[in-house]
């Protein structure tokens, strides 16, 4: 998918765009199966929590993230050397699903420098009822600032930035079909509402690094090298899981993984 010079003009100036229908249905319905699979392979895990640490033996995980229509959205963000340094299912149960409290993603991340693209994709459909994201435009522009305890009220990350930092009248609301994405930079000021309606609203988030950022955190569970090039001396990349049958849920093409 080729990003327009307006939507890269929209994302240096806003802090984050919208790009409809990426994926096909056919992959949107593995996924959904696969955030199932995973639910029942981690009982003990809220549906909001299916995260990095789960995904260094997953073939899917891998799969879905190094598709190339995702890796040709982030190419033209930060580069054709792209790794993968995070990804996150946050779903939200009806009824009962957490909010996410205003945050900037780049408080929490051990990269150096900061140079990192997210792409969030929605697996449900994304909607105001449902607790779809939610972001300030602008505040991209404003310094990492430091993310404080919030554990009185069900969230899912259990901080948030001072509400100083925030004008909730500016929000803007990122509603999404299935498929679709939205991108956002690191220092942007977002958050979610929790989920009262009927209907499950489930994102994965995707954070893609150019492979001349450093991940000082180590060792780290979800460092791939998905397209072009390794720079020496930067990070250490675990090799990209193999599928094994009745070990891992079954997709389309996982003989190629195995």
Same mark, same amino acid.
């Given at each position: 998918?080729?990003?327009?010079?307006?939507? #890269?003009?929209?994302?240096?100036?806003?802090?984050?765009?919208?790009?409809?229908? %990426?994926?096909?249905? /056919?992959?949107?319905?593995?996924?959904?199966?696969?955030?199932?699979?995973?639910?029942?392979?981690?009982?003990?895990?809220?549906?909001?929590?299916?995260?990095?640490?789960?995904?260094?033996?997953?073939?899917?995980?891998?799969?879905?993230?190094?598709?190339?229509?995702?890796?040709?959205?982030?190419?033209?963000?930060?580069?054709?050397?792209?790794?993968?340094?995070?990804?996150?299912?946050?779903? #939200?149960?009806?009824?009962?699903?957490?909010?996410?409290?205003?945050?900037?993603?780049?408080?929490?991340?051990?990269?150096?420098?900061?140079?990192?693209?997210?792409?969030?994709?929605?697996?449900?459909?994304?909607?105001?009822?449902?607790?779809?994201?939610? %972001?300030?435009?602008?505040?991209?522009?404003?310094?990492?600032?430091?993310?404080?305890?919030?554990?009185?009220?069900?969230?899912?990350?259990?901080?948030?930035?001072?509400?100083?930092?925030?004008? @909730?009248?500016?929000?803007?609301?990122? %509603?999404?079909?299935?498929?679709? %994405?939205?991108?956002?930079?690191?220092?942007?000021?977002?958050?979610?509402?929790?989920?009262?309606?009927?209907?499950?609203?489930?994102?994965?988030?995707?954070?893609?690094?150019?492979?001349?950022?450093?991940?000082?955190? @180590?060792?780290?569970?979800?460092?791939?090298?998905?397209?072009? /090039?390794?720079?020496?001396?930067?990070? /250490?990349?675990?090799?990209?899981?193999?599928?094994?049958?009745? /070990?891992?849920?079954?997709?389309?093409?996982? @003989?190629?993984?195995?």
């Amino acid at each position: 998918m080729n990003v327009t010079e307006s939507i #890269k003009a929209q994302y240096e100036q806003e802090g984050y765009v919208r790009l409809p229908k %990426v994926l096909d249905d /056919e992959l949107i319905q593995e996924a959904k199966g696969h955030v199932d699979w995973l639910m029942k392979k981690n009982p003990g895990l809220r549906p909001e929590q299916l995260h990095t640490d789960l995904m260094r033996n997953d073939p899917f995980w891998i799969r879905l993230v190094s598709d190339d229509r995702l890796l040709n959205i982030a190419e033209q963000f930060i580069g054709p050397d792209i790794a993968l340094f995070a990804s996150h299912y946050i779903c #939200k149960p009806p009824f009962d699903g957490k909010a996410v409290l205003w945050h900037q993603d780049g408080a929490f991340w051990p990269l150096e420098p900061m140079n990192v693209v997210t792409l969030w994709l929605a697996i449900d459909d994304s909607t105001p009822e449902n607790g779809c994201l939610r %972001v300030i435009p602008g505040t991209h522009k404003q310094d990492l600032k430091q993310m404080n305890k919030r554990d009185d009220i069900a969230n899912v990350l259990e901080y948030e930035v001072d509400p100083a930092f925030v004008d @909730e009248s500016q929000a803007k609301d990122i %509603v999404l079909q299935a498929g679709g %994405v939205s991108i956002h930079h690191p220092n942007i000021i977002h958050g979610s509402e929790p989920n009262h309606s009927p209907h499950r609203r489930c994102g994965l988030t995707i954070r893609y690094i150019p492979a001349t950022t450093r991940i000082t955190a @180590e060792p780290w569970p979800s460092a791939f090298l998905l397209r072009g /090039e390794a720079t020496a001396g930067i990070n /250490e990349y675990s090799s990209k899981p193999k599928f094994i049958p009745g /070990e891992h849920m079954p997709f389309q093409g996982s @003989e190629k993984w195995m």
